[in-house]
């Protein structure tokens, strides 16, 4: 099989990325351009702001990921380009890009689910550090800012399909630890911030109940959820009511004047570093965060955990922005080593956004020549199958 480099290129949220990828295993190089400082003061993703940045970002991005892989325009065998789920107006900004630039070099053009990109992080790196043999029926949980969702991958000449089993009712996982940390004056993006704080807190100090779905059909499926006669059980979620549960605590406990105080203290700060946060947390927050993750973490483990156990996976992916937790990684690797089940992560920097999960997802669809018109659209709520 020649190798083939595939430029990716990635803008569903709040990162620009542009990545060289070799024959879906060898990352060439992998650019990512933050959005962080520009989102920071309003405490979230603001989607105009984040069309603006990419604009802004995306030519320079791209041109470093070719510079730094050694490549050209005209040498890379394909482009690669987010297609959704995402934000409409910056999934438009990377996808005008690569269609100009596909159709000014003449080069194939494939458009990538970015959950799928997400999944292919793993696989990526699993081949890169030698692993090509994986057990199939995989379990995929994509868990990020807009998605926790689980997966059954299966791959049949080079064809990918996805069946999904379970996903959020209502918050992702990374928009609960996102709107917590708001909540609790810790600032943007939660996520990382939580992950760091949490180990100097007493995880046990505060009791979570995270809302366990049933079903009617329950008593057929001891751990299913959601059943239908040609579905199989669903393993749904929900993360509302903790955050809910969380702001009730704040509530009940009058921590808003010390929330307030930080979040003003922190405002005046340029770039906080974790010690400027830490230092302004005093115990009880430190044991809330620390509660909130492990009851977080826990809840993500055993429904994931028990899907595998109803499907009978052989191998287990976790992937997405809140894969990069400390806490959750090490959850997983117990429970599922418990049940003899491999799991595996990216490393945390392709945990998160990136478009060298973009390139190499898209190197079985360059495979199989599947690629798109010029036509083809930016879809905000694009399923994975
Ligand atoms: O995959 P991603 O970069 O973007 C989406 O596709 O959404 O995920 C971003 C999410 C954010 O909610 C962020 O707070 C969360 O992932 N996240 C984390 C960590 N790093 C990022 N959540 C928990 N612990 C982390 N270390
Ligand atoms: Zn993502």
Not at 267 to 274: I, R
């Amino acid at each position: 099989m020649p190798d083939a480099h595939i430029l990716g290129i990635e803008s569903s949220c709040d990162e620009t990325g542009a990545a060289v990828v070799r024959s879906g295993q060898q990352i060439l190089s992998n650019v990512v351009a933050s959005q962080i400082a520009t989102h920071q003061p309003y405490g979230g993703v603001v989607p105009e702001l984040a069309s603006r940045e990419h604009l802004r970002a995306i030519v320079p991005v791209v041109r470093r990921a070719l510079s730094e892989a050694g490549q050209t325009y005209e040498s890379v065998d394909a482009i690669a380009v987010t297609q959704g789920p995402g934000l409409a107006g910056a999934l438009l900004v990377g996808i005008s890009f690569a269609k100009a630039l596909a159709f000014a070099l003449e080069k194939p053009l494939i458009a990538v689910n970015h959950l799928e990109g997400h999944i292919h992080a793993v696989l990526l790196e699993q081949r890169q550090s030698g692993n090509a043999e994986l057990q199939f029926p995989a379990l995929a949980l994509v868990v990020s800012g807009g998605h926790t969702h689980l997966y059954l991958a299966q791959v049949r000449e080079n064809l990918w399909t996805y069946r999904n089993i379970g996903h959020t009712r209502d918050d992702a996982a990374g928009e609960a630890f996102d709107k917590v940390a708001k909540l609790l004056g810790l600032g943007y993006p939660g996520g990382p911030i939580i992950d760091r704080l949490a180990p100097h807190g007493d995880p046990q100090a505060v009791k979570f109940q995270i809302a366990q779905i049933k079903h009617p059909d329950r008593r057929d499926h001891k751990q299913s959820e959601r059943v239908s006669a040609d579905e199989g059980p669903h393993f749904d979620f929900s993360y509302s009511g903790i955050k809910t549960a969380v702001l009730r605590y704040v509530e009940t406990q009058n921590l808003k004047p010390a929330i307030e105080a930080r979040r003003q203290a922190l405002a005046g700060v340029d770039k906080p570093t974790l010690e400027d946060i830490r230092g302004l947390c005093d115990r009880q927050i430190l044991n809330l965060v620390a509660s909130f993750q492990r009851s977080m973490v826990n809840d993500l483990a055993m429904k994931t955990l028990a899907a595998a156990r109803e499907y009978d996976v052989r191998t287990l992916f976790v992937s997405g922005g809140v894969a990069a937790n400390r806490e959750l990684r090490a959850t997983f690797e117990r429970e599922a080593g418990m049940q003899g089940l491999p799991v595996l992560f990216p490393s945390r920097a392709l945990s998160t956004d990136n478009a060298a999960m973009i390139a190499a997802a898209a190197f079985p669809k360059f495979l199989r020549g599947e690629f798109v018109a010029m036509d083809f659209c930016a879809e905000a709520g694009m399923a994975l199958r």
